[in-house]
């Protein structure tokens, strides 16, 4: 009764998104395709996804599959819960994971599904930013809190919550950031280019955030790497790389700024270059990790090639 109670008078089912599924040698689960994003947690544990609608869970230590999660379609980005076994999936639909219990809880009214998610600071909240130019807020448990309308905004292609404050940050056509009680707080039209903006991170202190965009390198439009002050103001321009930035990682430390692109590359604080692998081995990247004591990065290319980095030397430690 309660199932349906839920279903019927919220739109939640829970437990029908993620189905966990035996591990196996099939190649389908051990070599996964198509991955658009991982994520790291506190307890070592990576979690990837992607065209294949599979949620893989790995051991960060030896990085054995440990369990697999089937889904009702394409996963386009993963979120760990900043303290706990709680897993944001985002695709056709919105869910939450929980790697305890095995269920998931489907956030209430999701239409158009989004590629664009992140939790609160404190874990309690979740924040979409969908195709249909919406940024939507949940509480943890599901339940729909607010509605922030970007105004002309068609579709957002990334989210970070500020690291201690009420503030969204979005990516899409331009930058766009919102405060959850008054809504949007400022749009900044990032170049004159018209190109989108593929990734945006808060830096950890919360001072200053970096976004990395597509260009178009046939068009002669570079890609650029940006550094923004929250009041709009642009600090630092990086051209580095000869395609589109589709993910960026700051260490939780905040020391080591992670670039994808068409090599990896890792920057200080400032926006300097300190290390780049130009092996081909780390091109076309789209999703990359850092653990939580800033000692290793997990990066996952599009073909499902899973590598751990040492920020050490930065040589790779397991792959």
């Not at 939640?12 to 994520?39: E, F």
């Not at 670039?259 to 692998?277: K, Q, V, Y």
């Not at 290793?296 to 073909?303: E, S």
Request: with cysteine; charged share 20%; net charge neutral.
């Amino acid at each position: 009764m309660l199932r349906l109670f839920l279903f019927y008078i919220f739109g939640i089912s829970p437990g029908l998104c993620q189905n966990l599924i035996p591990i196996s040698d099939k190649a389908y689960l051990q070599t996964p395709k198509g991955q658009w994003t991982l994520d790291w947690n506190a307890n070592d544990l990576l979690a990837s996804g992607g065209d294949d609608s599979l949620v893989r869970i790995y051991n960060a230590i030896n990085l054995k599959l440990i369990k697999v999660y089937k889904t009702n379609g394409m996963i386009r980005q993963v979120r760990w819960h900043p303290n706990e076994a709680l897993l944001l999936v985002s695709g056709v639909t919105i869910s939450v994971l929980n790697l305890v219990t095995n269920k998931s809880i489907p956030l209430q009214n999701v239409k158009y599904g989004a590629r664009a998610i992140d939790w609160s600071y404190d874990g309690e909240h979740i924040a979409a930013a969908d195709g249909n130019g919406t940024v939507h807020i949940w509480n943890r448990e599901g339940f729909k809190e607010n509605i922030l309308l970007g105004n002309d905004q068609k579709s957002y292609l990334s989210l970070d919550w500020h690291p201690h404050q009420n503030l969204i940050l979005t990516g899409g056509e331009d930058i766009r950031i919102f405060k959850i009680e008054t809504g949007l707080q400022k749009a900044i039209k990032h170049r004159t280019e018209a190109t989108g903006v593929l990734v945006v991170r808060w830096h950890p202190s919360g001072k200053f955030f970096v976004i990395g965009d597509y260009g178009h390198h046939d068009e002669g439009i570079e890609s650029l790497i940006q550094f923004w002050s929250p009041e709009g103001n642009l600090l630092k321009t990086i051209r580095a790389s000869k395609k589109e930035y589709r993910t960026l990682a700051w260490s939780y430390d905040g020391k080591l700024l992670a670039t994808s692109g068409d090599a990896l590359r890792i920057w200080n604080e400032s926006g300097e270059l300190i290390f780049e692998d130009k092996s081909g081995t780390s091109n076309d990247i789209w999703g990359m990790a850092w653990n939580r004591i800033n000692t290793k990065l997990a990066c996952i290319d599009f073909d499902g090639n899973l590598k751990i980095w040492s920020a050490k030397n930065w040589k790779l430690v397991n792959q």
